[in-house]
């Protein structure tokens, strides 16, 4: 059965962006670039793939699960930001004449649509983001890869956005690298923890 990995980067204090978007906080250089360009070529954008004379091969990721806001964010750069794998946009207020033509806008359920791509064939489902996603698909993340970077941001989106709902995950591995970036993976653990 195929995966679904929250793959994102995140500031000490679990924000995925500052205001309006701003990842200008979040180091673009460094040691832990090779690891996503060795491990997760995947998640790169296009563009970012053209300017760096590389091609991703879907084998890690051939599905990439966006929100709206998520999707728009790059919108200065590309409307079709990730043509390698199969994308989906999750939007109640946007429709597919508001996007690309290689782009799947819908406002289908979310947890019914992971649960319809998991018994399909294929690699990996990749969630990009946004927290209102994430918190939407909590029960169906079965990884979680967080680059944490070494700046607090105080304000902007969370990792999860939404109400109380805990889910536990169990620490894989952690890796810290020079430039201060900590990757931390978890796996699912099979019963979500509940409140009593």
């Not at 053209?50 to 200065?76: H, Q, V």
């Not at 079965?142 to 109400?163: C, Q």
């Amino acid at each position: 059965m195929r995966e679904l990995t929250y793959y994102v980067a995140v500031s000490l204090d679990g924000r995925i962006s500052g205001p309006g978007d701003d990842f200008s906080a979040f180091p673009v250089t460094g040691d832990h670039i090779e690891m996503i360009l060795r491990d997760y070529r995947d998640t790169l954008p296009k563009v970012g793939l053209d300017a760096l004379g590389l091609t991703a091969d879907g084998s890690r990721f051939d599905t990439t699960l966006m929100g709206w806001n998520t999707y728009a964010a790059g919108f200065e750069h590309t409307r079709d930001p990730y043509p390698h794998t199969r994308q989906l946009v999750f939007s109640r207020t946007r429709g597919q004449d508001d996007a690309d033509p290689g782009v799947e806008v819908t406002a289908a359920d979310p947890v019914a649509v992971v649960r319809e791509l998991k018994r399909g064939e294929g690699a990996g489902i990749w969630l990009c983001g946004g927290g209102l996603l994430a918190s939407a698909l909590i029960g169906e993340i079965d990884r979680l890869v967080l680059k944490v970077n070494p700046v607090v941001l105080h304000e902007g989106p969370t990792l999860f956005a939404g109400g109380f709902e805990p889910r536990a995950f169990r620490l894989e591995r952690s890796t810290p690298y020079e430039s201060g970036v900590v990757v931390q993976e978890y796996a699912a653990v099979a019963d979500a923890v509940r409140a009593a």
